[in-house]
């Protein structure tokens, strides 16, 4: 009979780019004699070995925490990190990860996500080969248990597909013996297969679970949904449908099969409309947050500290049990606890500020003029009264910044549950202070505010996939196809109105650009700090887009002092900071008798500056597969340029 040890020995001999040891994952019992088929022919013991693929699953993609202790934000132009812990995310803006250094790794790379799979496919084989009975308790959980299995190979195989691209699909165990021939997929064949594995599991698994039910959280029929809407919108993005034309010129292993085709952006609608339509008794499944009304302004200790900026619908959307019930399609539970928004307090909260926002994810956040929102880098925002001197004031820009942001000037809860004016001027929380920002900005979004240190709390969001996620492809997919135009619209401006944001404006509907640019603004708004925007400017390409170089050009031949040129570059051109990914750019306050902010009875006026100067070169588009993967596994190519 084989024991246990030799069952684990086999599984550490296959697929020797990517199986790590997993010594770990089946348990044993006291004896150390529990066999395989021991194993396999108990509920509760399959039951143990899902759960640890859930976590499996939670550690490969932590939005708050991607990094170890740093969001993704910070490798993108949302965040600025510090140099703590490493270093980790300013290693990667400066260029300096390679095939044989991964800053940061921590269950999210290549060799972690196969160990996923592994998994994944040892409990679908194993399940059918012995037999396991269903849960003694509860007739059909196993087979739920199974349909969330083939869920999560498909997720870490659309994990994978978001970081490297081309992968070998690996859709069954592996035994020794095995011919170990891998080699990759196109993302397109990729993609297909997910799809096969997400339908497989909708057959299984059940249309939701209530919030009260101990297994709220699980993968249900809408996650299974969310899975394929997500993967036919990377497959119809520039990166895998026509990049030829945005730049990019690196062939990969199969470059004939990415030109351009409408069709993906068709499956990529309906897909999205799946989700949007998908029933639960009579009932559409999802539905967007809107508990508190427009004068509702009260923190969750009940108290108005933030001058009435910060509307409480999104304050509670992030932590509302309702909102993850009705609006999430797909979350991870206690992604982390009070300790992160100690790291995220300014210094005059005892904080270290390891992220902070920059100018060019501000820039975003629309200016309102009259009954709609319009960027403020546009001329309709310039002649309704934007001014980048006073840029914060109350009440003019979208709501989502006053929630997401702290800058210069905004009113905030301190340590003794008093109103604080923020002051990047002076004090601790001065421009280049100890533990300071260096933007001129604070992070915001996520905060429990009446937190003061006492007690604790876990943080469930950012969810994995929120509505307004398939609400932006299904708007982006109808744009393209150039149909369903009024009801796009329609539909962005309920994701602004749930925010008490004013709508696009009508002429978004006639122009197919304009509703381009609304819809991509949309999605770094909305979705701000939640683990998207690393992906989406790669899916776009934008750092080598034509309008984006241009941008970058001229920013670069306006001067060779920093503070100068980004002015003299805002000037000249009136337009969104470059998103090439090579730079980004702060606002500091400068004492001004003229000056229209106030604080601490000083005058001040804003002005941008250039914080750093990053590296992004086409390479960077895709992540190297790890020189030690590569010498296990020679047929499998690395990534172009590296």
Same mark, same amino acid.
């Given at each position: ?13 296959? #697929? ?26 108990? @509920? ?13 699953? *939670? ?9 170890? =202790? ?19 995310? &300013? ?62 190979? %498909?997720?870490? =195989? ?29 993302? =397109? ?54 990049? !030829? ?9 199969? $470059? ?16 999205? *409309? ?28 009940? %108290? ?16 509302? /049990? ?37 100018? $060019? ?30 840029? @914060? ?15 210069? %000037?905004?009113? @905030? ?5 008093? !109103? ?14 100890? &533990? ?60 602004? $109105? ?19 640019? @609304? ?31 241009? +941008?970058? !050009? #001229?920013?670069?031949?306006?001067? !060779?002092?920093?503070? +100068? ?17 090579? /730079?980004? &750019?702060? /606002? ?31 390479? =960077? ?22």
């Amino acid at each position: 009979m084989k024991k246990l040890d030799r069952f684990l020995a086999i599984a550490l001999l296959v #697929l020797p780019l990517v199986f790590t040891s997993c010594s770990d994952y089946l348990d044993r019992d006291d004896d150390d004699n529990i066999t395989e088929a021991d194993v396999f022919a108990r @509920y509760e013991k399959v039951n143990g070995l899902v759960s640890d693929v859930y976590a499996a699953a *939670k550690k490969a993609d932590r939005p708050l925490v991607f990094f170890e =202790h740093f969001s993704n934000s910070a490798i993108t132009d949302e965040c600025e990190g510090t140099n703590v812990e490493g270093n980790i995310t &300013n290693n990667f803006n400066n260029g300096a990860w390679n095939p044989n250094s991964l800053p940061g790794s921590f269950g999210q790379y290549w060799e972690a996500l196969y160990e996923g799979i592994r998994k994944a496919n040892l409990i679908i084989e194993n399940v059918q080969k012995y037999n396991t009975p269903d849960n003694p308790q509860q007739d059909g959980d196993l087979r739920n248990r199974i349909g969330e299995m083939y869920f999560m190979r %498909g997720y870490f =195989h659309m994990l994978l597909m978001r970081m490297y691209g081309e992968a070998p699909y690996i859709d069954r165990v592996i035994n020794a013996g095995d011919n170990m021939d891998f080699k990759k997929e196109s993302v =397109h064949s990729m993609v297909e297969k997910i799809v096969t594995d997400a339908q497989t599991a909708y057959g299984m698994v059940p249309n939701k679970y209530v919030k009260t039910s101990e297994n709220f959280g699980r993968v249900d029929k809408g996650a299974c949904l969310g899975l394929i809407s997500f993967v036919r919108w990377v497959a119809a993005t520039p990166l895998w449908n026509g990049a !030829s034309q945005y730049g990019y010129n690196l062939r990969r292993v199969f $470059e004939d099969e990415y030109a351009y085709d409408a069709t993906r952006w068709r499956k990529a609608k309906e897909a999205a *409309k799946a989700v949007l339509d998908f029933e639960v008794g009579g009932t559409k499944r999802y539905s967007l947050y809107t508990k508190h009304d427009a004068n509702d302004f009260k923190d969750p200790a009940d %108290g108005n500290l933030n001058d009435s900026r910060v509307y409480a619908r999104l304050w509670d959307m992030f932590y509302d /049990m309702d909102a993850f019930a009705n609006e999430y399609v797909f979350f991870m539970t206690k992604s982390k606890d009070q300790a992160w928004q100690g790291d995220i307090y300014p210094p005059s909260r005892e904080g270290s500020s390891r992220q902070q926002p920059v100018q $060019e994810q501000v820039d975003e956040y629309e200016y309102i003029v009259g009954d709609y929102g319009y960027p403020v880098y546009s001329a309709e925002a310039r002649k309704g009264g934007y001014d980048d001197a006073n840029p @914060y004031v109350k009440g003019t820009r979208d709501p989502r910044f006053y929630r997401d942001v702290i800058y210069h %000037g905004a009113p @905030y809860r301190n340590n003794k549950n008093e !109103s604080k004016t923020i002051n990047t001027a002076s004090g601790s929380d001065k421009i280049g202070a100890t &533990n300071a920002t260096t933007t001129g900005y604070y992070l915001r979004k996520f905060q429990q505010e009446s937190w003061n240190k006492s007690g604790n709390f876990s943080i469930n969001a950012p969810a994995i996939w929120r509505l307004p996620e398939f609400i932006y492809i299904y708007a982006e997919a109808c744009n393209e196809l150039g149909e369903d135009i009024d009801e796009a619209y329609k539909l962005v401006n309920t994701v602004r $109105e749930r925010s008490f944001m004013k709508p696009m404006p009508p002429e978004v509907k006639t122009n197919q650009q304009l509703m381009r640019e @609304y819809i991509q603004r949309e999605r770094r708004v909305e979705l701000f700090y939640e683990g998207k925007r690393p992906w989406t400017c790669r899916l776009y390409l934008e750092p080598t887009s034509k309008e984006e170089l241009a +941008k970058e !050009s #001229l920013w670069k031949s306006s001067g !060779s002092d920093n503070s +100068k040129r980004t002015q003299k570059y805002w000037a000249a051109n009136n337009g969104a900071l470059p998103r090439c990914q090579r /730079m980004i &750019n702060g /606002m500091r306050p400068v004492q001004d008798e003229n000056g229209a902010i106030t604080v601490d009875g000083v005058k001040y006026r804003m002005e941008r500056f250039c914080v750093e100067e990053r590296t992004f070169s086409i390479q =960077h588009y895709l992540f190297p597969i790890r020189q030690s993967e590569l010498q296990k596994t020679p047929t499998i190519e690395q990534n172009p340029g590296w």
